[in-house]
């Protein structure tokens, strides 16, 4: 069976030094990516390819290529040395890639291969989560390491030994033809069977995983802003395209949010209704909805509260606490207010204090709260009645 074959290789600072005869680290990873592509099409022509670059983020080619020209292109315009060294957004890069093509029909055996110095300087993605859900999906990971011969918790090759994949370790000084040749050869996958019971549950998880929050707008760089060509007061959903949301009434700038990929706009409501329309195809937990914007079928994710109001209200009085922000990260970063009216996410710069419902579980801004206790000593979402605590 043919291979599609993604190749991450790490462009951080570090794979930048040299050994004793003047080449880079990521000049040896160049070149075995030349000699291991052009081996393998030796070995079957109808394999396919696509290269992920990271540094301190990571960028990919993003479609699967027979050929080795596109890929080196593709590495010649995007190679930036930078600090930091992301590998977990270099999966989720790769991991995307496979999946789109899982979803087609006749798809090939998933591979990556990742070139790496090993030096690891945090990653905002888990690399040992990806690995685990690569492996559902059925996705081998090989590594080739390159630098210092000692590297502190060898997570490149617990990497490879979740998925089944082999772990090289070489010097700057090496011959690559025995270990090219061994790494070109076809794959062995997991039992078709167990992989294609699991899939459709991990992918949903890998959607969730993946998957990036909405914008605000003064979460978008300058250069993202740019993308933005409409005024500010002429913004419209590209869900309901309204500047008011037909939900809560507000303007964009109440509950309006960006998507992170095309940058375009969405009130968060419309989103939660989007969301719940594309059910049966998106994925959802307990804190996320997650649904594909409708512009760019870019994966997003919105919170979502999925407690469920009570339709009559308890005779027991229950307490809503007023809480500090940082006691509960990090689920409040990706919650909103639960009054009906607001809807809006916390910040961490603006709502030092919070509160939060005993009975539901519910979060509110504080003059959410105030406003609607003072008119009426219930849950503003699940209509309890409560007391407020200090």
């Given amino acids: 069976m043919s291979e599609d074959t993604v190749i991450i290789i790490d462009v951080s600072n570090s794979m930048w030094r040299r050994d004793v005869f003047g080449h880079s680290r990521f000049y040896w990873a160049l070149k075995c990516l030349k000699q291991l592509v052009l081996k393998k099409i030796e070995i079957d022509s109808n394999d396919r390819y696509s290269v992920v670059l990271f540094s301190n983020s990571a960028i990919a080619l993003n479609e699967m290529v027979y050929e080795l020209p596109p890929m080196i292109e593709f590495i010649k315009d995007n190679a930036q040395f930078k600090n930091g060294s992301d590998l977990g957004q270099g999966l989720i890069a790769?991991?995307?890639?496979?999946?789109?093509?899982?979803?087609?029909?006749?798809?090939?055996?998933?591979?990556?291969?990742?070139?790496?110095?090993?030096?690891?300087?945090?990653?905002?993605?888990?690399?040992?989560?990806?690995?685990?859900?690569?492996?559902?999906?059925?996705?081998?990971?090989?590594?080739?390491?390159?630098?210092?011969?000692?590297?502190?918790?060898?997570?490149?090759?617990?990497?490879?030994?979740?998925?089944?994949?082999?772990?090289?370790?070489?010097?700057?000084?090496?011959?690559?033809?025995?270990?090219?040749?061994?790494?070109?050869?076809?794959?062995?996958?997991?039992?078709?069977?167990?992989?294609?019971?699991?899939?459709?549950?991990?992918?949903?998880?890998?959607?969730?995983?993946?998957?990036?929050?909405?914008?605000?707008?003064?979460?978008?760089?300058?250069?993202?802003?740019?993308?933005?060509?409409?005024?500010?007061?002429?913004?419209?959903?590209?869900?309901?395209?309204?500047?008011?949301?037909?939900?809560?009434?507000?303007?964009?700038?109440?509950?309006?949010?960006?998507?992170p990929n095309c940058f375009k706009p969405i009130h968060l409501h419309c989103a939660v209704k989007w969301a719940e329309q594309q059910q049966t195809d998106s994925a959802e937990t307990s804190q996320f909805k997650v649904l594909r914007c409708p512009y760019c079928y870019y994966l997003l994710k919105i919170p979502v509260i999925s407690r469920k109001p009570q339709l009559e209200a308890s005779d027991d009085l229950k307490i809503i606490k007023k809480v500090k922000f940082s006691n509960e990260l990090p689920q409040i970063l990706d919650s909103v207010c639960a009054d009906s009216g607001c809807g809006i996410m916390f910040d961490e710069n603006l709502d030092t204090y919070i509160y939060k419902c005993q009975a539901c579980n519910s979060y509110f801004h504080a003059d959410c709260l105030q406003n609607k206790y003072a008119k009426d000593k219930h849950c503003p979402y699940c209509k309890s009645n409560v007391v407020v605590k200090e």
Wanted: glycine letters at 8%; a neutral charge; proline letters at 3%.
């Fill in 94 to 259: 790769a991991v995307k890639l496979i999946v789109n093509e899982l979803k087609k029909i006749g798809q090939k055996t998933p591979r990556i291969i990742i070139f790496s110095d090993g030096i690891e300087h945090g990653s905002s993605g888990n690399p040992i989560k990806i690995a685990k859900i690569g492996k559902d999906l059925g996705i081998i990971i090989d590594v080739i390491r390159f630098g210092p011969a000692r590297v502190p918790g060898d997570l490149l090759k617990t990497i490879s030994d979740i998925t089944g994949g082999n772990y090289h370790y070489i010097t700057e000084q090496f011959e690559l033809t025995d270990l090219i040749n061994k790494i070109a050869q076809k794959k062995e996958i997991f039992s078709s069977a167990l992989i294609t019971t699991k899939r459709k549950e991990t992918l949903n998880l890998l959607e969730v995983e993946i998957a990036e929050p909405l914008l605000k707008l003064e979460e978008l760089t300058e250069d993202q802003r740019q993308h933005i060509s409409l005024e500010k007061k002429d913004l419209k959903c590209s869900i309901c395209y309204q500047t008011n949301c037909q939900i809560c009434e507000t303007g964009f700038y109440g509950c309006g949010r960006f998507c």
